[in-house]
């Protein structure tokens, strides 16, 4: 089972842009479906976006437009570049890898937007 840590969080004004990094343990073209989710504090954990092994890619609403997730499958790295933030994208991001019906979680990073 692969292990996946995310990076690149951080405290960002409004309008501003963060890239998250996720690094697969494994190799990350072998693996179904890579997403990003969020969870503020008090709610609960909420999809982002998701690509899967062939490269198609899903975007909640509210990211669609401003963010783009995509994977750099040498590096074994899975990103999300988001422009355009705004305070209620501030949570903890976290990257979740599913293989062959088990799902693997990172720690997650924690994006902080200010107003």
């Known amino acids: 089972q692969v292990q996946v840590a995310e990076s690149g969080g951080g405290l960002v004004q409004a309008g501003g842009s963060l890239r998250l990094s996720c690094v697969v343990s494994?190799?990350?073209?072998?693996?179904?479906?890579m997403s990003w989710y969020r969870q503020a504090a008090g709610n609960q954990r909420e999809l982002v976006a998701h690509i899967t092994r062939g490269g198609r890619t899903y975007y909640v609403a509210s990211a669609k437009g401003r963010f783009t997730i995509f994977r750099d499958d040498p590096t074994n790295t899975l990103y999300l570049q988001m422009n355009t933030l705004e305070p209620e994208d501030t949570s903890v991001y976290y990257c979740?890898?599913?293989?062959?019906?088990?799902?693997?979680w990172g720690r997650g990073t924690q994006v902080t937007v200010s107003s």
């Open positions: 979740a890898a599913d293989q062959s019906g088990f799902r693997t």
């Open positions: 494994g190799s990350i073209g072998g693996i179904d479906l």
